[in-house]
């Protein structure tokens, strides 16, 4: 990839482990990722996913190696990069204004509060919760508490936004539509974005890239999906591109199978150099396997 803004420089994490050992999560990842981007990660539990994502918002260190975001070197959490994480993590005491301006204010020590106000105010109504803007967290849905942690983020204006399964504890419906509001913002903002998920067709319907990572312990960055869909996917569209079983068996594969031995099985990999896959146009479309389709359905 060029015109690289974010880059992961051979990072690795490893613990302490009983007996004067060592645990190795991951090791020797290297990853760039253009400006504006939207880029999903997949794996099993345990490869470190969290901890990639973590890493990146300054939360934890690597054991080995750095991460360059925008020419610099990450030294600890920044206001340059946002989280959302699995729960929403609002202030209880405050309303969903005061959540929002409370982030403004943080960034912009020096604004007057009708400049925060107005601020706060632009992304709550970019996520669609006008007239909302007095209720405490305990009087709003799972959906609109994710809602207003997505306002809290964007409304920094971040460089990164940084997502871990943003989405898991909803229901379906709710989390089809806040997905259909990230993708939308995240579009009109440009908005580079990296996000962890489980959901094989949340990834290729968000994502312009799906990273696959090998199992852990010693997990690495194995490929790099390129999606192939248009930008301007539609939900009720995307299972009738040509292209979308080719994608979405091919990571589903990987899961199932591939992610437990694609070091062994690949004979001179090099992790400073993640391939770029494009199901479909890469080799010829596979027709849709109804096996693969029932396994990724059951949580992978």
Known sequence: MSDKFISLEGIAKRYPAPGGLTTTIFENLWLSMNRGEFTCVIGHSGCGKTTVLNILAGLDTPSEGAVIVDNLAIDGPSLDRAVIFQGHSLLPWRTVMGNVSYAVSSKWRRWSSAQVRAQAQKFIDLVGLTGSEHKHPSELSGGMKQRVGIARALSIQPK???????????????????????????????????????????????????????????????????????????????????????????????????????????PGFDPRHVPLVRPGLDEPPPEPDSTVVRLASRGH
């Not at 871990?164 to 089809?176: I, N, V, Y």
């Not at 090998?214 to 248009?230: H, K, Q, R, S, Y």
Request: hydrophobic letters at 40%.
């Open 160 to 266: 990164m936004m940084l997502m871990d399964e943003p989405f898991s504890a909803l229901d379906a419906l709710t989390r089809g539509t806040l997905q259909d509001e990230v993708r939308r913002i995240c579009q009109e903002t440009g908005q580079t974005t990296f996000m962890i998920t489980h959901d094989v067709d949340e990834a290729i319907y968000l994502a312009d890239n799906i990273v696959l990572m090998t199992n852990g312990p010693g997990a690495v960055l194995a490929e790099v999906v390129v999606n192939p869909l248009p930008k301007d996917r539609k939900r009720t569209e995307v299972h009738k591109h040509p292209l979308y079983y080719a994608v979405r068996n091919h990571i589903v594969d990987f899961l199932v199978s591939r992610s437990r031995t694609f070091v062994e099985q690949t």
